[in-house]
Each structure stands twice: as C-alpha cells, then as structure tokens.
C-alpha cells in the first residue's frame, strides 16, 4: 500500500558511499516518478531518525501532501479516525523544510514556496529571492496568486475533496485495467500509469517505447501524457558508453484537479484501449535532436519507420 516509502538500506549505503556530500535527503510525497505512490507515515519516521542522526536536513517535495496524508489515513493502522489535516501536520514535524509547487496540492495554477527551519540558509536564499524574483512577502507573484495559494491550501484538505479527487483517478484506472490496459497497480493518487513496456512488448527501449505511446495518444485521441522512461532516464555506462535502460517505461496520464468529468476519463480509457488493439501497428521512434542534460524536455524524434501508426 505504501510503493513510495524510501528504502533504509540504499540510503544507508548512499551516505556509505558518498558521505559529507549529501547536502540533505528528500522525500516525495507522494511519488511522482513512481506511479504516484504514498509514503507511510512510519517510513517518514524512520527517515527523519535516520537523518537526525547523520545530522542532516529532511526535506519533502510536498506538492502531493494533502493527497499522500490521505493514503496515510486510508491505508495506514491507527490513523483511520485521525483527520487529514492533523496527519499532514505530524508528516512537515518530522522534517526540516519542503518544496512545494503550488499547481498541485495547492490548486492553483501559479506559484509555489519553499519553507526552511534552518534561519541561516533561509536568510541567503531570501537574499538571492529579492535579486531574481521579488521581495519575500510575495516572491515575484501577483497579490490574486498569493490569495489562491492561501485558499487552495485550506481546501485541499478537505476530506470530502480527497475522497472524490482520489476515487475519480482509481475509476480511470479500473476502466483502463478491467478491459486489459497494463497500468501500475495500486492507483496513486494523481494519475493513471500505463506500462507502455508490457502494452508494445515489440518496441524495444531503444526505441522509446513509452514516449512511442504518448504521441500515440495525442495523435489518435487528443490526450496529453508524459513519458517516464528511457528518453527521461537512460544513463550511459561509464565504461562502455551504452544505454542503460531504465527498470519501467511508463506513461503518466494526470489528471488536472477540478477540471474533467466521468465521461471525460472514460473517453480518455476508450483511447488506451483502442492503441492497445492496435499493437504491433506501433512504431518506435528515434531521436534526431537533444540536448546534454535534461533532453526529454526539449529532444526532437521521428518514428523510425516513417509514420508512428501504421495504417
């Protein structure tokens, strides 16, 4: 129930290996890159011990939290008639500051912060907010922003909210798998992931296949998703130079908060469908364009057999 929790033993080994260089841990809540998955309220603990002891910051990418507090009152023994709120409240106790990009749990869609204990570093950051950005009482946001932020934040941990927000994905999800979709199971909370490595067993990572999918998807149905997988994560071996693949080729269907309807979302499950059926008519793709960091945000590619979709 819990997919996103960190794993003790690899931080471990992490400070093993890289010691002083570790300038803080993060903890995202929920987690984005893999599948939009909770982080239990124990496992933040055990983190936040861990970290104390090494004597370095905790910090939380916190632009899910109203959501993972959630999962954590849903799913988590002795938090079933703790609110919300108060869980959210005991998750940001434990750490020493967060991120937070406010077009998420904040329901906005402008803005974000950045929240420290530490007086010091917060202090130079403001220094350097006021030459980039703005003064710190509204860091380069409109008045009409910073009342939304303020708002969103009240709202978002509505239970009432959550409980539709969060059910209304899990319904995309179950009508993408009962008709034989390959998604990541259980749902998170913000999106639907399609395993695009088990829906076009034929394109191989070299080919992209996820990214593959998603041009799919708008070409044949309008819907826009993003792809997590080789073009966003290959690493290249250091000895010889090759791919290294990464574990899942996943596309990330997200649903934007109070915006679409039942009937949107199955519309969305009715195009999964149809590329499924498809199969083999897929093509890969191959890049003709990248930069040296950060490529899958401004990479150009072209299928490699003329047309994504044969006819």
Known sequence: PFKGNMDLAKLDAAFGKYGKRIPFVMITITNNSGGGQPVSLANIREVSAYCRGKGVPLLFDACRFAENAWFIQQREEGYADVPVKEIAREIFRLGDGCTMSAKKDALVNMGGFL?????????????????????RTYGGLSGRDLA???????????????????????????????????????????AVFVDAKRMLPHIPQSRFPAQALTCAL????????????????????????????????????????????????????????RLMEMGPRLRGLEIIEQAPVLRHFTARLRPVDGKLIEA
């Open 218 to 273: 708008y070409l044949e149905g309008g819907v826009r998703g993003v792809e997590i997988g080789s073009l966003m994560f290959d690493l290249k071996d250091p000895d010889t130079g090759e791919p290294r693949h990464p574990a899942m080729e996943l596309v990330r269907l997200a649903v934007p908060r109070r915006v679409y309807t039942e009937t949107h979302l199955a519309f969305v499950a009715d195009v999964c469908v």
């Open 148 to 190: 939304a932020v303020a708002q969103g934040l009240r709202e978002v941990v509505e239970e009432d909210y959550l409980a539709y927000r969060i059910g209304q994905v899990r319904r995309m999800g179950e009508l993408m798998s009962d008709r034989g979709v390959p998604i990541l199971q259980p749902v998170g909370g913000h």
């Open 115 to 135: 929240c420290l204990n530490d007086d010091r570093i917060a202090q130079e950051i403001t220094n350097l907010l006021i030459l980039i950005e703005g003064f």
